[in-house]
């Protein structure tokens, strides 16, 4: 088990060091190309950055409108309402499951109606008439506990761009005013992003993780919102399945949750 690190959105840059001379007629290096840590690292920090890449002034609020089940698991629908971003202009969909390293296109051509929902025009030709010609897009998931879903709507000419995602079954616990949330960023929670909410501006926390025998304490700030974010990958040598344990202490909260990680 390791926390890869505690990451604070909008935090200073780190200096950077300058390159060192290479001698005359010296081989140019060959890239390195990034370790698995690196990798998880940067799939946490652009998942905490998603919603905040929106075009300024456009906000969307995605709505739960169907809950079912199939075959004994959660089957649930949403719609969006988007505002704030133009209607004169066609625009992809993008996705980002958790069982991808990066997102992807899922159709082009959507556009927003007046009363804010998306959906395919009547009279389009694009990639959304093969599976929704004039209608409403609606979004159906089928999640597992704490699985985050990433999208975006960007604009033919890259000029709005909707960033939001949603997490249908989320693994919250609450204490006093504090919030612990737990966000599963692979399908075996071989990667697990952290939010503590509800803390004190700049406040010390200790965050203390534990799976079999492995324990691992830290100290971070909460940011000026009160909040936190950590990313842990909880895997333990030997072990193909555990129970992690998480515990947040702040000044006067200390939520507590616990996953388990190796099963889907």
Known sequence: MAILGVCLPAAGQAAKQQPKAKPPGAAPAQPQPPSDEELMQKTAQATIDWDNSTTKGAKVEVQLIKKDQAEGKPVMQYRLKVSGAPRNKLYSLMAWPITIPQPAPMMDGLAIAADGTVGCPPDSNRSCAQHMK???????????????????????DHTSRVF??????????????????????????????????????????????????????QQPKA??????????????????????????????CAPTLAFEWGSE
């Open 134 to 156: 004039g209608a409403e897009l609606k979004l159906t998931y089928t999640p597992g506990i704490g699985e985050i879903y990433r999208h975006a709507l960007i604009s033919e």
């Open 164 to 217: 939001f995602s949603i997490v249908p079954a989320p693994m919250v616990e609450q204490d006093k005013a504090c919030s612990l949330e737990i966000v599963r960023l692979s399908p075996r929670f071989e990667l697990a992003l952290i939010r503590g909410k509800g803390f004190m501006s700049g406040e010390q926390i200790t965050f203390h993780t534990q799976s079999y025998q492995e324990v691992h304490d």
């Open 223 to 252: 940011n000026p919102q009160g909040e936190f974010w950590a990313t842990l990958s909880p895997f333990v040598k030997g072990r193909t399945m555990g129970t992690t344990q998480v515990v947040v202490r702040g000044k006067s």
